[in-house]
């Protein structure tokens, strides 16, 4: 059965520091995987997406992800990150009929001034 | 945009009672999902629907019930309502053609069962 993990339940870093939150997931066949973001008291927002093609996706507010078949592993990165991005991060894949989404236990971001 | 609507947003219910949460889609999308949040857990799979009068059971179905009277409308039901049901449950949809297989969610509903 496909799953998804988050490894790092809470990561704390520095504003202006990079960031990489890590995602594994297990999926037999072509996996379609997505980031959501969690804002406080907010429902989630979809991040970015891939979708069977170029591994490297570029998403909103300067989030991209690296997808790697051969390492099962699908990591959120962000170069700089802002004030801003304070929130939870969940990792997902698709899993079977019916687009359900299977989703990690998410990874809290905390920003340090 | 996709908007998702559910209501109510925060209740309180008694052990026994019986509890309906609602959810509203504007986006003439064919499925819908109910999951609930819990810490360590991430989202889970209650129930999901492919269109108008259907529901299927998803991960994690038993103490609910779901409803799908039109396409835009998507209920889940606690009938005899526990404390171990205190979540926040999120609904989402979304569409089942071409490659748009992302989910569109509502801001959910905090339910605290005492």
């Known amino acids: 059965a496909q799953s998804v993990t988050q490894p790092d339940a809470r990561v704390t870093v520095s504003e202006g520091a990079s960031l990489q939150l890590r995602c594994k997931y297990s999926?037999?066949?072509?996996?379609?995987l997505f980031w959501y973001v969690q804002y406080p008291r907010q429902g989630l927002q979809l991040l970015l997406k891939?979708?069977?093609?170029?591994?490297v996706v570029q998403g909103v507010n300067g989030f991209e992800a690296e997808f790697s078949k051969s390492n099962s592993s699908f990591h959120l990165r962000k170069a700089s990150v802002h004030w801003s991005d304070w929130a939870v991060y969940f990792c997902a894949v698709r899993s079977g009929s019916f687009n359900k989404l299977t989703f990690g236990a998410g990874t809290r971001l905390a920003v340090c001034p | 945009e996709a908007a998702v609507t559910q209501s109510p947003r925060n209740k309180v219910a008694v052990t026994g009672g019986k509890v309906t949460l609602s959810c509203n889609q504007t986006?003439?999308?064919?499925?819908m999902y109910w999951y609930r949040q819990d810490t360590g857990h991430g989202l889970r799979l209650i129930h999901y629907?492919?269109?108008?009068?259907?529901?299927e059971k998803g991960d994690i179905p038993d103490g609910y019930k779901a409803s799908r009277p039109s396409q835009e409308n998507f209920s889940l039901i606690l009938e005899l309502a526990t404390p171990s049901q205190t979540s926040v449950y999120f609904c989402?949809?979304?569409?089942?053609?071409?490659?748009?297989?992302?989910?569109?969610f509502g801001p959910g509903t905090r339910l605290t069962v005492l």
């Open positions: 986006n003439n999308h064919n499925n």
């Open positions: 891939y979708y069977p093609g170029d591994p």
């Open positions: 989402a949809s979304g569409d089942d053609w071409g490659y748009s297989y992302e989910q569109y």
């Open positions: 999926y037999f066949g072509t996996p379609y």
């Open positions: 629907s492919y269109g108008a009068g259907s529901t």
